[in-house]
Antibody, heavy 122, light 106 residues
Framework: EVQLVESGGGLARPGRSLRLSCAAS????????MHWVRQAPGKGLEWVSG????????RYADSVKGRFTISRDNAKDSLYLQMNSLRAEDTALYYC???????????????WGQGTLVTVSS | DIQMTQSPSSLSASVGDRVTITCQAS??????LNWYQQKPGRAPKLLIY???NLKTGVPSRFSGSGSGTDFTFTISSLQPEDIATYYC????????FGQGTRLEIK
């Protein structure tokens, strides 16, 4: 059974940083692209960033480009999101998601974690 | 960015009803269209991928159709456990989601 467990959320002041982590299990992590998707309170879903299985392809939404950095450690079955220069509009539940295609990065999110809440407020 | 327009934004139906949600893309996305279900307080779940393929384990009352710019999601016979918000999502380019359809029981 695929399991994705996010951590690292919390309260941050505007302009500060947070680092999210996602621990994966139940599948061969190194064979699949991974993504972060967020959901502001009471709002819809927004794709944030994706990284290919070998870290060779990385993409960001325009809303976070230049501030967020996605990375992965295949030896540790872990995904990360370094979030710098945080803004109030980054307040959201951040989901770690697995791509549904083997050795491809598509944006088909076939498994989701339960999310970690990031609140940006002074 | 490709914009996804979902309708209706909310829907009330009775148990046993046939329910249909539509999603329109701002440009041709072939069949790169997925449907997700999100129950209150829970993470989204993939139901349909590539417009019409049912994910393994998802009940057969859920179905999807369409290609290009116009897509449809159908629940053939609404069950109480189907109460949720449903999202379409394209992945032809950078992934984007529709605004969601909140489904309630009448």
């Amino acid at each position: 059974e695929v399991q994705l467990v996010e951590s690292g959320g919390g309260l941050a002041r505007p302009g500060r940083s947070l680092r999210l982590s996602c621990a994966a299990s139940g599948f061969t992590f190194e064979d699949y692209a991974m993504h972060w998707v967020r959901q502001a309170p009471g709002k819809g879903l927004e794709w944030v960033s994706g990284i290919s299985w070998n870290s060779g392809s990385i993409r960001y939404a325009d809303s976070v480009k230049g501030r967020f950095t996605i990375s992965r450690d295949n030896a540790k079955d872990s995904l990360y999101l370094q979030m710098n220069s945080l803004r109030a509009e980054d307040t959201a539940l951040y989901y770690c998601t697995k791509d549904g295609r083997y050795h491809d990065s598509t944006g088909l999110f076939d498994n989701w974690g339960q999310g970690t809440l990031v609140t940006v407020s002074s | 960015d490709i914009q996804m327009t979902q309708s209706p934004s909310s829907l009330s139906a009775s148990v046993g009803d046939r329910v249909t949600i539509t999603c329109q893309a701002s440009q041709d996305i072939d069949n790169y269209l997925n449907w997700y279900q999100q129950k209150p307080g829970r993470a989204p779940k993939l139901l349909i991928y590539d417009a019409s393929n049912l994910k393994t384990g998802v009940p057969s009352r859920f179905s999807g159709s369409g290609s290009g710019t116009d897509f449809t999601f159908t629940i053939s016979s609404l069950q109480p456990e189907d109460i949720a918000t449903y999202y379409c999502q394209q992945y032809d380019h950078f992934p984007t989601f529709g605004q969601g359809t909140r489904l309630e029981i009448k």
